[in-house]
């Protein structure tokens, strides 16, 4: 089956980094998204990553590692207006999005 | 109008009856989804249409269906609604027809709660 797993829930600093894994079995992979949603707003998009590396956009970075079915989002310089859920999502082989859980993140001052 | 609409935004609803939840774009593009987003869970695609006149089933279709009219709009029915249907619903919408960098962007969603 396909399975895409996060952590449920984080906490950290406000100021501080958090890195936020996702590892994930698909069948197939046609790229990797990692979207942000604050509680009862819909989801939005942050990051998309198809190659192995590093894509920096301002505070927030992705990685990822096809080899090993891994990707990370890096928020540095945490905001109160973190405070989300972030959700992972592979596009499999189908070219439909799989989606993670979550991982709800909680920024205390 | 900019983006995704969505209505109602929320509804309460009587088992047995049957409902539609209505979605419409202004962006013009290819694509739009209907996926269920329940506590705990990962979002789950019920119906999909990857051009106006298309459809095809998600990973849980049962009890609900859609169609694809025209670009603009692509409403989604529960003919015959089950308390299990119970869930806040997103409609999304992306430009192509899902590969490359296609990221898709979601309506406000309808919260739907069946007694």
């Known amino acids: 089956g396909q399975n895409i797993d996060q952590p449920t829930e984080m906490t950290a600093t406000e100021g501080a980094i958090v890195q936020i894994n996702c590892t994930y079995q698909?069948?197939?992979?046609?790229?990797l998204f990692w979207y942000q949603q604050h509680a009862g707003e819909a989801p939005t998009f942050l990051s998309y990553?198809?190659l192995d590396g590093l894509e920096e956009k301002g505070r927030f970075s992705s990685f990822l590692s096809r080899s090993k079915g891994y990707s990370y989002l890096l928020l540095k310089e945490l905001q109160m207006k973190d405070s989300a859920s972030y959700l992972c999502a592979v596009r499999d082989s189908n070219y439909q999005l799989i989606w993670g859980a979550g991982t709800k993140l909680i920024i205390k001052p | 109008i900019a983006g995704i609409t969505q209505a109602p935004t929320s509804q309460i609803l009587a088992a047995g009856r049957r409902m539609t939840l209505r979605c419409t774009q202004d962006?013009?593009?290819?694509?739009m989804y209907w996926y269920r987003q329940d506590l705990g869970l990962g979002l789950r695609l019920i119906h999909y249409s990857n051009t106006a006149g298309t459809t095809g089933k998600g990973e849980v279709p049962d009890g609900y269906s859609v169609s694809r009219a025209n670009t603009d709009d692509f409403p989604l029915t529960l003919a015959s609604a089950v308390p299990s249907q119970t869930s806040v619903y997103f409609c999304?919408?992306?430009?192509?027809?899902?590969?490359?960098?296609?990221?898709?962007?979601f309506g406000p969603g309808t919260r739907l709660t069946v007694l």
């Open positions: 990553n198809v």
């Open positions: 698909t069948s197939g992979f046609n790229g």
């Open positions: 962006m013009r593009h290819n694509a």
């Open positions: 999304a919408s992306s430009p192509g027809s899902g590969g490359g960098t296609d990221t898709q962007y």
